[in-house]
């Protein structure tokens, strides 16, 4: 029984399934039937869900066959409502269309007029676009026939500008075009061909420079003429206040406008035309006869081009190629002035328009390049100026060089350039002005000597007695005391050399001018020239008249010539005593002999050595005179009673000085003397002097008057002399030292040997003089 009920249950569970499954059916989209059916044969009991479905479609069929009879009727009036539509849409059909062929019969010329508008429509169009293309590609081709135009008329930087912009801010604009890739294709071959042009230009610039360095420098040099004319003016007139133009103003600044619109004239060149002007017009700037446009042009567009390093090496090098060239002097240089001004000219020239790169552009010069070309040029100068002038031998020649390498320095000087090395180059051109002028004086004094008669020069009257003084400042007392008519006891030929000798010193100080020499250096200069006239030149033309045959002269004459030869040798020698200056309370020790005494030794053996051609006796004469002579004096420079007190130190100097002299005297200045004859001159001086130098009393004492005594030559009185004057600086010392007296204990023995000594030598001068 449980069994019948499971049964039922599960049956009418079945049923509700199937119920379930064919509602799904009825209600479910027949694309999405597939899972339901798959429920139905997954299951048992498809079989009675198969009666139960055909079931229903019965029951669905019946139900459309009740509807369809219901709505029949309406059908067929339906259908026969569309049957009369039907004609009625045909009569519609055929008036649509004709009265669409009529409209398209009537609209023809209508489409023609609007396919010509359209077509109108479309050119304007295009039109429209065409114009907005050329308003872009316009500003392009204007640039671009800018730049032809400036390539044309060689205005380069402003070409080089204008292509920038047109590479970087137009030709970007319309990159799309043909022509564009043209333009672009066609800008490097326009870089290249405006540096080969600017290139062109600088070196037609370098090579006018070249030919007008000469031009250049002249403008420079009289210019800084003109400024030492008006400083010497400034020095005569101290209350006119000038101030000396200084480097700064020697720049003129270029206003050159590099991106000028004019073409290429005669100022790319380099050089500007400038007249001849007056000497005492105002004379133009060396730099206002140069345009720098085409270096600032070149060197900008080079720049530009990042090619910077290129143009300043090529730059460089061609200009010391330049320096090589003007810094080699011609052939014949030497045979005139003009040849050594056009030499300077085109030197200053050169370093002038260098010196302005310098100042005017940043880098394309620098110092230390300059420098390198200043030395070479300095060197090379100073060697052609060394090997051409040692040919002149015209005075007049080698004083104006002198002015020339003068003012040629100051004008390098005022741009910055050293010039020291001209000017110690010039001491030595000076040796050899002096060498021509004692050459040129050598003729002087032989004509003077071959049209004298050797008489005395007899004078009438007072004025004719001044006339010849002024010539010659003779005095002597009793020719003036003399009357009328009466003679110089000389020719004619002496004031006649005196005043050559003044023209001679005044041509040696024309020199001296302008070489930043002190006074001393001058003095210096014209003492050693004048020396060598007097020792030298006027010495051998008097020895060559001496020696003539058809001259003679008189014993009187004769005797007179050699006692004035002493005379004035002795008179020189006072001359360089004058010049001593001992310092006789020095305790320093000196190694050397005093200067003055050096230069009187050296103004001894130049003036012997032009005395071989005299007489032997009269040499050896004046050689022991003057010996003798310089030996007396200072004797009496040591014992004058003006010096109180002298040390030992001072002594050891006064000894430095007569052991020169001894040397003279040992080098035999004068053939002739018997060994150690002329330092018998110095005898007394160096017995003295060893006496107190050894301090050997005690021998002088013992040995006093004995014929063969060491100090035999040394009188008691002087020594006593010179003793007092030691003891009294050794007295004063030690009262300055006294609070140190303990510590003396040598000094005061010395003291007492000195007095013990003194009272012996007052007895000795006492005995020998009662």
């Not at 060149?269 to 105002?282: F, H, K, P």
């Not at 007295?731 to 510590?743: L, Y």
Request: hydrophobic content about 35%; overall charge negative; glycine content about 4%.
């Amino acid at each position: 029984m449980e069994r019948g009920k499971m049964a039922e249950a599960e049956s009418l569970e079945t049923a509700a399934e199937h119920e379930r499954i064919l509602r799904e059916i009825e209600s479910t989209d027949t694309a999405c039937i597939g899972p339901t059916l798959r429920s139905v044969y997954d299951g048992e009991e498809h079989g009675r869900f198969m009666e139960k479905l055909e079931t229903r479609i019965r029951n669905h069929d019946r139900e459309i066959e009740k509807m369809c009879n219901f709505h029949y009727q309406g059908f067929v009036d339906s259908i026969t409502e569309l049957l009369k539509v039907r004609g009625e849409a045909q009569k519609l059909k055929n008036q649509v269309t004709d009265t669409n062929r009529k409209l398209q019969h009537e609209g023809k010329e209508l489409v023609i007029a609007m396919e010509e508008l359209k077509q109108c429509r479309l050119q304007q169009r295009n039109i429209s676009a065409t114009v907005d293309k050329l308003m872009l590609c316009l500003p392009v081709l204007e640039m671009y026939s800018k730049l032809r135009d400036q390539m044309k008329t060689k205005r380069h930087y402003p070409a080089l500008k204008t292509l920038e912009h047109l590479e970087h801010t137009y030709l970007p604009q319309v990159s799309h075009y043909r022509f564009c890739k043209v333009m672009v294709d066609n800008i490097p071959k326009l870089r290249e061909e405006i540096k080969d042009v600017s290139m062109s230009d600088l070196k037609d610039f370098l090579e006018s420079i070249r030919k007008h360095s000469d031009k250049i420098g002249e403008t420079a040099m009289k210019q800084a003429q003109q400024q030492r004319n008006l400083d010497n003016i400034v020095l005569q007139q101290p209350r006119i206040g000038s101030k000396r133009k200084s480097k700064k103003d020697a720049y003129i600044i270029f206003d050159t406008e590099i991106e000028s619109t004019s073409p290429k004239s005669e100022q790319d060149s380099g050089i500007l035309d400038v007249e001849d002007e007056e000497d005492d017009e105002e004379v133009p700037g060396a730099q206002d006869l140069v345009d720098f446009s085409p270096v600032y042009r070149c060197l900008h567009i080079y720049s530009v081009l990042g090619a910077r390093e290129t143009f300043e090496n090529y730059y460089r090098k061609q200009r010391r190629k330049q320096a090589r060239l003007v810094l080699q002097p011609p052939s014949n240089m030497h045979e005139t002035l003009d040849g050594y001004r056009k030499y300077f000219n085109q030197i200053v020239g050169f370093f002038v328009v260098e010196d302005h790169i310098l100042h005017t552009t940043q880098g394309l010069v620098n110092r230390a390049y300059i420098d390198e070309l200043w030395e070479m040029a300095l060197s090379k100068t100073i060697a052609a100026l060394r090997t051409h002038s040692s040919y002149c031998s015209d005075p007049n020649l080698v004083l104006d060089l002198k002015n020339l390498i003068v003012l040629f320095a100051d004008t390098l000087q005022v741009y910055g350039f050293p010039v020291n090395q001209l000017f110690d180059m010039l001491l030595e051109i000076r040796d050899q002005y002096s060498e021509t002028l004692l050459k040129k004086w050598a003729g002087i004094f032989r004509n003077i000597l071959d049209s004298d008669n050797y008489s005395p020069i007899p004078v009438t009257s007072e004025e004719m007695y001044k006339k010849v003084v002024g010539q010659f400042p003779f005095q002597d007392t009793e020719l003036e005391k003399q009357p009328f008519p009466k003679k110089f006891p000389f020719s004619e030929f002496v004031p006649k050399v005196y005043n050559q000798i003044k023209e001679f010193i005044y041509a040696c100080l024309k020199f001296s001018e302008d070489l930043h020499l002190s006074s001393t250096e001058v003095d210096d200069m014209i003492r050693k020239s004048t020396n060598l006239l007097l020792t030298r030149t006027l010495s051998n033309s008097l020895q060559n008249v001496i020696k003539r045959k058809n001259i003679g002269l008189t014993e009187d004459a004769r005797h007179a010539a050699e006692e004035e030869i002493y005379t004035n040798l002795n008179q020189k020698i006072d001359q360089f005593l004058q010049l001593a200056d001992y310092d006789w309370m020095t305790g320093d020790l000196g190694n050397k002999a005093s200067d003055y005494l050096v230069d009187l030794i050296a103004f001894l053996r130049s003036t012997f050595a032009v005395f071989t051609h005299l007489p032997g006796k009269v040499a050896q004469t004046a050689c022991m005179s003057a010996c003798k002579h310089l030996a007396t004096s200072l004797m009496q420079l040591l014992l004058e009673a003006e010096v109180r007190q002298l040390t030992l130190g001072a002594l050891q100097q006064f000894n430095l000085d007569v052991r020169e002299c001894e040397q003279f005297a040992r080098s035999g200045p004068v053939p002739g003397f018997q060994e150690d004859t002329l330092q018998l001159a110095f005898i007394d001086l160096r017995q003295l002097l060893d006496l107190f130098i050894q301090w050997d009393w005690s021998t002088y004492l013992a040995d006093y008057g004995q014929p063969n005594c060491k100090y035999l030559r040394v009188n008691p009185k002087t020594a006593l002399t010179l003793l007092e004057k030691i003891s009294r600086e050794m007295k004063d010392t030690s009262r300055k030292n006294n609070m140190f007296a303990q510590f003396r204990k040598n000094e005061r023995d010395k003291q007492k040997l000195i007095d013990a000594v003194a009272k012996q030598l007052r007895g000795l001068t006492s005995s020998h003089h009662p």
